[in-house]
């Protein structure tokens, strides 16, 4: 005879399980093994988890990656961020031609795709996992050859050994784009991406408006971001025929599974890096934030100067004088910067004018780059492009100097191209005849 506890117990479990669909979990999605909404692929030590969801206050449903060990749900990725679905009836499975596809239960309607083509022979051979890393892989069960993976295409989060750039082989470009609102993970209006023409250089858009720059990578850190360093994190950069792109991963002597990082775009125009604490994520960087951050705050020439904002807000180059409050000139017109005793003038904690413009000669010494510039009469200032083992490479510019500020200390030093006049005013460390 039944134990009427027992009986009792049993239907609760039932009913539990009637009113709970997240109560299974898959490791692998195959041909023969869909995820259905409701369940959740995990990575091998459960840091990950993708599966359906709401974001904020939304009722629609998003196929998404999310943190699985912090107690605020965190996407860090989403498949259809501008194609929700409308209720509980998403599938995510392999279709026969080998792709990732979320469809609805009865399968007439789409929704997203990985959309990679496939030989006929492999297209019953996929498998998407999920790695601890954050990476939704799609791999082929026999040879374990990725042939498609989340992080070649990102969405507002950048996690570690997540590369932001282009691979110049494919023509993928990787960047960050903003959600449209804590509800809508939906293309926004801000992108964070890298520039890669002349030195290439991270930088935040709003459309195709650019807001700030956050430069190039100089060794320890980014040109304009000079008071970031991280005993956390190890940054990559590499720039060359086959990549530019740039990558941060965790020191492994300081791996901790409880430290959980992200760098987003938020859809106010921020990018933020934060760590979660406990109970929280507390933030520890954003930008742009001063008034020196904005794209162009100076015209042409000039530079920003944030402890100089009350009186006059934009300082010129030595060299040149105002020509209104924002843009300078040429002190003196005509005279010749060519063969006729100029030099260089040394100007400290400088963010780098905009290096899309700039020339790069990573075969240069600093040395060598001031005579480089010299001997072109165009050439109106040089810098290192790496702070590393006392300088690496030679940056040199043409025409006008844009977007550069000051810090209070950190920075690069910046040589701008003076006449003699101009030169002879400038004494000791400051300046030098060449």
Request: proline content about 5%.
């Amino acid at each position: 005879m039944m134990n009427p506890a027992k009986g009792n117990t049993s239907l609760l479990l039932l009913s539990l399980l009637l009113l709970c669909p997240i109560c299974t979990s898959l490791d692998t999605i195959t041909p023969d093994q869909p995820l259905k909404d409701g369940q959740l692929l995990l990575s091998n030590q459960k840091t990950f988890a993708l599966g359906f969801f709401n974001p904020g206050s939304s009722r629609h449903r998003y196929v998404g990656i999310w943190y699985n060990q912090i107690a605020e749900k965190t996407a860090v990725w989403v498949a259809n961020r501008n194609d929700p679905l409308n209720d509980t009836s998403g599938v995510l499975s392999i279709n026969g031609e080998g792709n990732l596809e979320l469809h609805t239960q009865n399968q007439t309607n789409v929704i997203w795709s990985t959309n990679v083509s496939f030989s006929v022979s492999s297209t019953n051979n996929s498998m998407a996992k999920l790695s601890d890393m954050g990476n939704l892989v799609l791999v082929q069960q026999d040879n374990q050859r990725v042939t498609w993976q989340s992080f070649d295409y990102p969405t507002n989060t950048l996690l570690p050994f997540m590369k932001l750039g282009l691979d110049r082989q494919t023509g993928l470009n990787r960047f960050l784009t903003s959600w449209k609102s804590k509800d809508d993970p939906g293309i926004g209006n801000y992108s964070y991406q890298m520039v890669p023409t002349g030195y290439p250089q991270l930088c935040l858009y709003m459309g195709r408006t650019l807001l700030w720059r956050a430069g190039s990578w100089i060794g320890p850190r980014s040109n304009g971001v000079p008071n970031v360093t991280s005993k956390l994190y190890n940054v990559s950069f590499v720039n060359n025929q086959d990549e530019t792109t740039i990558m941060y991963s965790i020191f492994s002597n300081s791996a901790d599974p409880k430290v959980f990082p992200k760098t987003i775009v938020d859809e106010s125009g921020i990018v933020q890096r934060s760590l979660w604490q406990e109970t929280r994520w507390v933030e520890y960087w954003s930008a742009p934030q001063a008034l020196c951050d904005k794209y162009l705050n100076c015209g042409p020439n000039s530079y920003c100067d944030p402890h100089n904002e009350v009186n006059f807000e934009c300082k010129c180059f030595p060299g040149f004088e105002p020509k209104s409050s924002r843009d300078c000139m040429r002190e003196k017109q005509g005279v010749s910067m060519c063969n006729n005793g100029e030099g260089f003038v040394k100007l400290a904690n400088m963010k780098l004018p905009d290096t899309s413009i700039a020339h790069a000669d990573m075969s240069l010494s600093m040395q060598e780059c001031e005579q480089k510039c010299l001997r072109n009469c165009s050439c109106m200032a040089y810098a290192s492009a790496n702070e590393s083992e006392g300088g690496i490479g030679c940056l040199t510019w043409q025409g006008d100097l844009v977007d550069a500020r000051t810090y209070p200390d950190l920075g690069q030093d910046l040589y701008i191209r003076v006449d003699a006049v101009v030169l002879g005013h400038w004494s000791g460390e400051l300046g030098k005849r060449c």
